[in-house]
């Protein structure tokens, strides 16, 4: 009498585990106790100065970003003056930045793109804004959401950390954190949840020292070497 041999089944991946939607919604309205008003810390006049400062801001600062547009945007706050600027000029203006040189072609083409493709309007849909050169998926979720108060989530470093790091939305890429917290963030929150968790994760939430002794979500985040306070 022979014996089957039985196959060793396939072991599926689990799914991460994260704060279920109760624990979310309570960590957003604990969050936006915290700060009422959220907004881009980015300075602005309209949609177009909007788009290029958050272009300019990849692999830069909020501050060095400010720091650089604050006479460009004097001079040229129209894709039509900014193409009257000239590339030369707008290189030397954002030349305190990582990668200017290739931004500043960037803000030349964006704005000729602009004016050629949509009447020197900043389009209100995602397709269309990342048609823009140096404009991609992430740029294109700020503009949406503080321009034309679109409930998007721009996934950066911030985001990324704090999500995974809370358990909210845990994910391997930008992608995967933004589709959970679609998911996972409640109606009501969708509008300011993209401020909310960068501004938690550039002023708490830290790379290297998170201050979760000062952390108003602290019992809910489910990392677990959690920072002591300072002695």
Not at 28 to 37: C, E, H, K, T, V
Not at 154 to 163: C, E, L, Y
Not at 213 to 224: G, H, L, N, P, T
Request: glycine residues 6%; aromatic residues 6%; contains cysteine.
């Amino acid at each position: 009498m022979t014996s089957k041999t039985t196959k060793p089944r396939k072991k599926t991946k689990r799914a991460p585990r994260g704060l279920n939607r109760e624990q979310a919604l309570d960590l957003f309205a604990r969050l936006a106790q915290d700060r009422p008003d959220p907004k881009t810390e980015l300075n602005y006049t309209n949609p177009y100065t909007l788009v290029v400062a958050v272009a300019l801001s990849a692999q830069a600062t909020d501050v060095g970003v400010n720091k650089a547009t604050e006479k460009l945007f004097e001079e040229a706050d129209t894709p039509e003056k900014m193409l009257a600027l000239g590339e030369d000029h707008v290189r030397d203006r954002i030349k305190t930045i990582g990668l200017f040189r290739n931004k500043a072609k960037n803000v030349i083409a964006l704005s000729k793109m602009l004016i050629e493709d949509f009447g020197g309007e900043v389009p209100a849909d995602r397709d269309s804004l990342v048609k823009l050169p140096g404009v991609g998926r992430k740029t294109a979720n700020v503009v949406l959401n503080e321009a034309f108060g679109q409930p998007t989530i721009a996934v950066d470093t911030h985001i990324f950390r704090v999500s995974n790091r809370t358990k909210l939305a845990p994910g391997k890429n930008p992608d995967e954190v933004e589709a959970r917290l679609e998911k996972i963030t409640p109606d009501e929150f969708k509008l300011g949840a993209h401020h909310w968790l960068i501004l938690h994760g550039r002023y708490l939430c830290k790379a290297r020292k998170p201050e979760c002794w000062r952390c108003a979500v602290e019992d809910i985040c489910q990392f677990k070497e959690k920072t002591p306070a300072p002695s």
